[in-house]
């Protein structure tokens, strides 16, 4: 069964380092998105991108984030000057778009960060 | 505003059924999902109500009323491996939009 991949599992990094966070999504779906779950809390969306570009952005997602999808099979998150509270678990998803049931968006396994 | 509401915490007995609700409110509604997550793990997609009504999946089933803002889980013959926490989450109208989790619900499993 198809699924979404993500590099590195766990990442750590000195405070106003830039970190890269790679995801494959499953390879016929369309839309595709960053989500991050700080330990103990909710999950929270960040961002969503479709056709090369974003689509939708919370208001978490701010300049020092950015998204990218360098080829036909990477995603990727960028964040370009770390902070403490940017320690989190990182979550790619993505979905095919279609009406009904394949609207359902599939997660990755997650990149856990952790900023020094 | 955007809210969705699901106890913290349940209890059940294994072999039992326990059923776990939400109610939501959002500004725009194309699908309400149930997801379960392991300590340290991704959510797991289990099911998706876009219409009112009872989806069955094997062990567990999920209902919707849209009218009512209000869905269930209920989960039949529970196993030691089903202790998790079950997110309940709504999406937007577009194809792209965002998901909104609530902030789920630990189920712990006794023998």
């Known amino acids: 069964e198809p699924e979404v991949t993500q590099t590195p599992s766990h990442q750590v990094t000195q405070m106003g380092q830039e970190v890269i966070l790679r995801c494959v999504p499953i390879?016929?779906?369309?839309?595709f998105y960053w989500y991050r779950q700080i330990l103990g809390q909710k999950v929270e969306f960040l961002v969503s991108?479709?056709?090369?570009?974003?689509?939708?952005k919370s208001e978490i997602f701010d300049d020092q984030f950015s998204v990218e999808r360098p080829d036909g099979s990477n995603f990727t998150l960028k964040i370009r000057s770390t902070k403490l509270e940017d320690s989190a678990m990182y979550f790619c998803?993505?979905?095919?778009?279609?009406?009904?049931?394949?609207?359902?968006?599939?997660f990755g396994p997650g990149t856990r960060l952790l900023v020094l | 505003g955007q809210n969705i509401d699901q106890p913290t915490e349940m209890t059940a007995t294994e072999g039992a059924i326990v059923q776990i609700n939400c109610t939501y409110q959002?500004?725009?509604?194309?699908?309400l999902f149930w997801y379960q997550q392991h300590a340290g793990e991704a959510p797991t997609f289990l099911s998706y109500?876009?219409?009112?009504g009872l989806e069955e999946k094997g062990r567990f089933s999920s209902f919707l009323s849209r009218s009512k803002g209000y869905s269930y889980l209920l989960l039949k013959e529970l196993q030691m491996k089903d202790s998790a926490s079950y997110l309940c989450?709504?999406?937007?109208?577009?194809?792209?939009?965002?998901?909104?989790f609530g902030s789920g619900t630990r189920l712990s499993i006794r023998p």
């Open positions: 998803a993505s979905s095919d778009g279609l009406a009904g049931r394949q609207e359902t968006q599939y």
């Open positions: 390879s016929n779906h369309l839309y």
């Open positions: 991108f479709y056709n090369n570009e974003i689509s939708e």
């Open positions: 959002t500004s725009g509604f194309n699908g």
């Open positions: 109500n876009v219409l009112d």
């Open positions: 989450a709504v999406k937007g109208y577009s194809s792209a939009s965002k998901i909104i």
